[in-house]
C-alpha cells in the first residue's frame, strides 16, 4: 500500500491540500510522506522518490513570505510538525539546499507567532516532537534563537514528566470518564490518555535533556514505560489505547498509529541515551505489534489489534472510546490516520539498526574513538564512515528467528574503533567470536564492546540462546516468548470481504475453531516443556503459512472462557483446572496469527 496509497485513496491524492489542492490539508500528507521518504530512498526506488518530490517542492516553492508553510486553509501548527520531521529526513538524504533556510523562515515566523497563538489540542500534547527538528536545525546553523523556540514549545507544551511522575490515570479510560458527550474530545484530559500522544510523549525526557541537560530528563523515559506498563501493558509490547488508555485485558486493543510512533520515540531514545533495555522493547514492538497489524501483503492493516484476538468484525464491545470497524482488515477501518502514519514504522526502524558512538573524554581525559553500535538485529547491509576512513558492513542473520548474528566488517583501510553490539535482558548465555576467536562473556541487558583494529572481511559472529520463556500478564495469565517474538495460538481464520476500496478491500475475520485453551507448562523451567519445530527462513516469515518457528505445548480447553460480541471474555484467574482432555497445540508466531490468544490461563500443576 504504501507504494499505491495516492493512487487509491484521495487523501493523499493529487488533490491533497498539500499539493495546492482543495482536499485534505491537515495532517495526513505529511503523515504520508513521514514514511514514504526514508522508504524511497532506502530503496533507491524512482517512482517513490519521484511520488515524495511532488509533495518537497511543492511546500518548499509555496512557503509564504512569513516563513508560513503547508496549506492556508489551516494554520494549526500540528501538522506542519510531522513535515518538519520529513524536511530533515529529506535533507539528510539529499542535501537540497532549499530546506534549511525554509525551514530557519518558518522557525522565526513561529517565534514570533506563538507568544499570541500558542500549541494548542494535538500540537500542544506532540510539542517533543517539533524540538527534535528544532535541535536538528540548530546543530547545523547554531542560531541562538532557536534554543529560545525550544524554551516557549516546552513552557506551552503538556508536561508529560509531571504525569508520569504522579501518574492517575490506572484503570480502563469510559466515554463517560472522558466526558467525550460534552464535547470534551480535545480537552487535557481526552488528549493526556489518548494512545498516539502517549507514544510519542516516551521520548519527550531524552529530547528535552538535549536541552536542559538534566538527568533526570534523561531517565524520564524509563519511568514513563513503566507506569505504562504496570497499568496498561500488554503481552506483545504494547499497551492498551484503544484510543485511549484501556488496563490490563489482552482483549483491549492498540493503535496502529501508537505502534509506530512508540517505535520512533524508543528508536529516538536509545540513540540519545543508549540504554539497551529499549531497544529489547523495540525489537519486540516491530516483530510482534508491527507486522500482526497488517495483513501478509501489507495491502491493508487494523486500526486497533488486540493480543486476544478472537474475531475481526463489525461489533463494538471491548473499545473504550474507538468504533465498530476498529479491528477489520482494510484501507481505513475507524479512522484514516493510521492509513497515513503506519509507513513510517519499517524504513525507520531499519534506519536505527545500527547507530554511531559519539567520540568524547573519558575519564583519563583521552579522546574516545568514534564508534560503529548494533543497536537491534535484522539482515542488513551498511555503508558509513568513521573517523574519515569508510566502512562496509553487512550482517547476516536468520534473527529474530534464530540466534545466530554474523557481522562481516570490511573498512577501506585497517582502523581501530570501538564496535558494541547489544545483548538482549533475555540472553544469559550469550557468546561472541571475532574471526573464531572467543570474547569476554557478555552481560545480558547490556552493550558488549570490542575495541580493536578492522581489517577488510573482519568477521564477528553473536550468538544469542533462544530459550523458551513465560510471563506474566492479566489475572496472573502466562505468554510464550522465545527471543524477542511472542507466541500465539493461530485461531482458524475465515476472511470474509465487506466491501471493495479502490485497489484494495475492507475484510472481516471469523474463527473456525475453538481458542478457549489454558496451557499447561512448567513455568520454572517452560522450556522442557515445550517442544521448538525449525524450519528455513523462506519469503513471508511473519506469515503462517511460511513461519520458521512453531512451538509446540500441551493444553487443556477451558470451556466456561467464552467470547461475546465477537471479543474474548476476561481471562479466568489462573491457576485453572479443566476436565477437558489434555491436546497438543502448536504456537506460531504473533503476527503470523490474525485471529490470536497470546496470553493464557495456566493449568494447575
Known amino acids: 500500500m504504501s507504494g499505491h496509497l495516492d493512487e487509491t485513496w484521495p487523501d493523499v491524492g493529487p ?69 518538519l520531521k520529513v524536511l530533515t529526513q529529506y535533507a539528510e538524504l539529499t542535501n537540497d539546499a532549499r530546506v534549511i533556510p525554509a525551514m530557519d523562515k518558518y522557525f522565526r515566523y513561529q517565534l514570533q507567532e506563538l507568544p499570541r497563538r500558542p500549541l494548542r489540542d494535538w500540537g500542544k500534547f506532540r510539542w517533543q516532537d517539533e524540538v527534535l527538528s528544532v535541535i536538528w536545525l540548530y546543530n547545523r546553523t547554531g542560531s541562538g534563537y532557536l534554543l529560545d523556540l525550544a524554551q516557549i514549545l516546552h513552557r506551552q507544551g503538556f508536561d508529560w514528566q509531571a504525569q508520569f511522575a504522579d501518574f492517575k490515570y490506572t484503570k480502563r479510560m469510559t466515554e463517560e470518564t472522558l466526558k467525550l458527550g460534552e464535547g470534551q474530545g480535545l480537552k487535557d484530559l481526552a488528549l493526556s490518555t489518548h494512545g498516539v500522544n502517549n507514544g510519542q510523549a516516551i521520548k519527550t525526557g531524552p529530547v528535552w535533556s538535549l536541552v536542559s541537560g538534566s538527568e533526570t530528563d534523561r531517565t524520564a523515559v524509563l519511568q514513563m514505560i ?23 485485558d489482552p482483549s483491549q486493543g492498540s493503535e496502529l498509529c501508537t505502534v509506530v510512533e512508540y517505535m520512533f520515540s524508543l528508536e529516538h ?19 510482534n505489534a508491527l507486522p500482526g497489524t497488517l495483513t501478509d501483503d501489507m495491502w491493508a492493516h487494523q486500526y486497533d489489534q488486540q493480543p486476544n484476538q478472537v474475531e475481526c468484525s463489525l461489533h463494538r464491545r471491548p473499545w473504550t472510546t474507538n468504533g465498530p470497524e476498529s479491528n477489520l482488515f482494510g484501507l481505513e477501518p475507524n479512522f484514516g490516520c493510521c492509513t497515513a502514519n503506519y509507513h ?29 553500535v548494533a543497536a537491534v538485529y535484522a539482515p542488513c547491509e551498511v555503508n558509513t564512515v568513521l573517523q574519515g576512513v569508510s566502512v562496509h558492513v553487512v ?27 547489544r545483548i538482549p535482558a533475555w540472553a544469559a548465555g550469550t557468546t561472541i567470536t571475532v574471526n ?63 466491501r471493495d476500496r479502490g485497489m484494495t478491500a475492507d475484510w472481516q475475520i471469523f474463527p473456525t475453531h475453538a481458542w478457549n485453551y489454558a496451557l499447561n507448562v512448567d513455568a520454572t523451567s517452560p522450556e522442557k516443556s515445550i517442544q521448538v519445530v525449525e524450519t ?29 460480541d465477537g471479543a474474548a471474555n476476561a481471562i479466568p484467574e489462573s491457576p485453572v483446572t479443566s476436565d477437558q482432555p489434555e491436546e497438543t497445540i502448536e504456537l506460531i508466531p504473533y503476527a503470523a496469527a490474525k485471529l490470536r490468544i497470546t496470553a493464557f490461563p495456566q493449568c494447575k500443576s
Open 269 to 287: 531514545s536509545l540513540a540519545i541515551l543508549g540504554d539497551p533495555l529499549l531497544g529489547d522493547r523495540l525489537e519486540v514492538l516491530a516483530f
Open 536 to 564: 528455513e527462513i523462506g519469503e513471508g516469515p511473519f506469515s503462517a503459512r511460511s513461519t520458521p518457528v512453531r512451538l509446540k505445548v500441551k493444553a487443556r480447553k477451558l470451556t466456561a472462557w467464552r467470547a461475546e
Open 436 to 498: 573464531g576467536e572467543m570474547m569476554p562473556a557478555p552481560e545480558a541487558g547490556s552493550f558488549a564492546r570490542i575495541e580493536r583494529t578492522w581489517k577488510a572481511n573482519d568477521r564477528v559472529v553473536i550468538a544469542f540462546p533462544m530459550k523458551s520463556r513465560i510471563s506474566r500478564w492479566f489475572n496472573n495469565s502466562i505468554a510464550v516468548e522465545r527471543g524477542p517474538i511472542v507466541y500465539s495460538y493461530g485461531i482458524g481464520e475465515s476472511w470474509v470481504k465487506l
Open 226 to 248: 513503566s507506569e505504562l506498563n504496570k497499568y496498561h501493558g500488554l503481552p506483545n509490547g504494547m499497551f492498551s489505547c484503544d484510543e485511549h488508555l484501556a488496563g490490563l
Open 15 to 83: 488533490n491533497s491540500g498539500w499539493l495546492g489542492g482543495t482536499g485534505e490539508s491537515w495532517e495526513r500528507g505529511p503523515y504520508y510522506l513521514d514514511g514514504l521518504v526514508p522508504l524511497a530512498y532506502l530503496l533507491d526506488d524512482a517512482r517513490l522518490k519521484a511520488k515524495a518530490q511532488k509533495y518537497i517542492d511543492w511546500v518548499l516553492d509555496h512557503q509564504a513570505a512569513s516563513g508560513m508553510i503547508g496549506p492556508s486553509s489551516n494554520d494549526d501548527w500540528w501538522p506542519r510538525i510531522v513535515m
Open 344 to 372: 513510517q514504522g519499517w524504513p525507520k526502524f531499519t534506519n536505527s539498526l545500527f547507530m554511531l558512538s559519539a567520540g568524547h573524554r573519558g575519564p583519563s581525559q583521552e579522546t574516545m574513538k568514534d564508534g560503529l
Open 395 to 421: 550482517e547476516e542473520t536468520g534473527y529474530p528467528f534464530k540466534g545466530t548474528v554474523g557481522i562481516t566488517i570490511t573498512p577501506a583501510i585497517s582502523i581501530s574503533f570501538p564496535l558494541q553490539l
